[in-house]
């Protein structure tokens, strides 16, 4: 047991070191990137550095790479795949050394959770930069409301709105931009944002501004009507995650506990893990990782209450 806790406090400790080396790279890019823009010098760059750079160069960084941004995860492709990596050997040893599993369960559990926790990780960061957004929608209504009463065109609004804003909306809404003074037309760049980050707010903000470019009517109506009625869905959205918190703390703390009782049966009983080795033991946990898996989607969608 003491050196089950010994192992899980080392990995724990690795993990924590990794997150503070990442902290402090990227404080040094940002330096580096105002260095560049005001001075025109830069800090010399490190061979982790290089490395990292030819590393985003692949394919599958490239593809990892906006989903990174859109999970709002600070970290280059690269440097994700490495807490991924470390965090798999890191569980490996600790499953293997100190909990005494075998060495097939030790690589088969983080091959498998490692990927999948990935996965989680991102589609939930995901769904809180969209939340973002919709928070943030009100308030862009309401520039888009004011900027129609004194006479402006949509996309000179649009330009307000990322001058005034900032976050994820800033970004998004820059992309617009952009695009508008490239040629692109305003229906295109905004549905390309909507594939981008597709919320139901979002997708009736868009509609209002894609109807109103058609067929016209009062703009400036239509976006002050709909500041107050995304206020009201806002108010609403938060007392109901407050009323549905326990039940998704629940559904996190389900796999947790679950591990938790492995940990303490390793220790209690002789060869534990060496059940796991044989094709039924196999069998079960396939089992119980499955049964965990639909536990934590069942929990999650009873707790999920559409407005």
């Not at 600790?94 to 989680?120: C, D, E, H, Q, R």
């Not at 943030?136 to 129609?148: F, I, N, V």
């Not at 002789?270 to 196999?282: A, I, Q, V, W």
């Amino acid at each position: 047991m003491i050196i089950g806790i010994i192992g899980a406090l080392a990995v724990f400790a690795l993990l924590l070191a990794i997150y503070f080396w990442l902290q402090m790279k990227a404080a040094q890019r940002q330096t580096s990137e105002v260095l560049e823009k005001y001075v025109g010098s830069t800090t010399e760059i490190g061979w982790s550095d290089r490395l990292v750079e030819r590393l985003d160069q692949y394919e599958w960084a490239k593809n990892l790479e906006p989903q990174l941004k859109r999970a709002s995860i600070q970290l280059r492709p690269a440097e994700y795949a490495a807490v991924l990596t470390i965090t798999g050997f890191g569980l490996m040893f600790l499953l293997n050394m100190g909990m005494g599993a075998p060495l097939s369960v030790s690589v088969t559990i983080p091959l498998i959770a490692i990927p999948i926790a990935s996965k989680m990780l991102i589609s939930s960061r995901k769904f809180l930069y969209a939340q973002k957004i919709d928070g943030q929608l009100s308030e862009a209504c309401r520039l888009m409301s004011s900027t129609a009463r004194a006479g402006l065109s949509i996309p000179q609004g649009l330009e307000l709105v990322v001058k005034e804003m900032d976050g994820p909306i800033q970004e998004e809404l820059g992309i617009v931009v952009r695009e508008l003074r490239l040629g692109k037309s305003l229906e295109v760049s905004l549905r390309d944002m909507l594939k981008r980050v597709e919320t139901k707010d979002l997708h009736v903000f868009i509609n209002a501004l894609i109807i109103q470019r058609r067929a016209g009517g009062d703009l400036a109506s239509v976006l002050g009507e709909m500041a107050s009625t995304m206020e009201e869905r806002k108010i609403i959205h938060k007392t109901i995650d407050a009323t549905i918190a326990q039940a998704r703390y629940s559904a996190y703390l389900m796999p947790l506990i679950s591990i938790f009782i492995v940990m303490i049966m390793s220790q209690m009983v002789d060869n534990f893990f060496d059940f796991f080795s044989s094709t039924f033991g196999m069998i079960v946990l396939a089992v119980f990782v499955f049964l965990q898996i639909i536990g934590f989607i069942l929990i999650r969608k009873i707790a999920d209450i559409k407005v």
